[in-house]
Structures are given as structure tokens and as C-alpha cells.
């Protein structure tokens, strides 16, 4: 019998890509523990088309 955890697949999304005005989407998949952190999540991740360091929200 396999055990039902508790965490669960996110996709994170560039905040800043919208802004910039070009061509394409940051995004990033990643789990998280629903249990300990039940709100969405911010992390620093690298976005290839801008070339730099950027938060990354979580979107449903």
C-alpha cells in the first residue's frame, strides 16, 4: 500500500516577463507540502529570456 502525501505539484510564473513585452513565458514546476505551506509561494528563480534573477509566483 502506497502512502497518500501531502504534497502536491506547483507551477511558478515569472512576475516580471508581462512587464518586459517580450515574446514567450518563465515558468517552472516544482512540489510543495500543502500541510506546511498552504499559501502560494515566492521564490527567486533564473528567467533565460531576460537574463537575470526574478520572483517567480505561484499560479493555479
Do not use: F
Not at 512587464?19 to 505551506?37: L, Q, V
Amino acid at each position: 500500500m502506497a502512502k497518500r502525501g501531502n504534497r502536491v505539484q506547483v507551477i511558478l510564473e515569472c512576475t516580471e516577463h508581462k512587464d518586459s513585452g517580450k515574446p514567450g513565458t518563465s515558468r517552472y514546476i516544482t512540489t510543495k507540502n500543502k500541510r506546511n505551506t498552504p499559501d502560494r509561494i515566492e521564490l527567486k528563480k533564473y528567467n533565460p529570456i531576460l537574463r537575470k534573477m526574478t520572483v517567480h509566483k505561484e499560479i493555479k
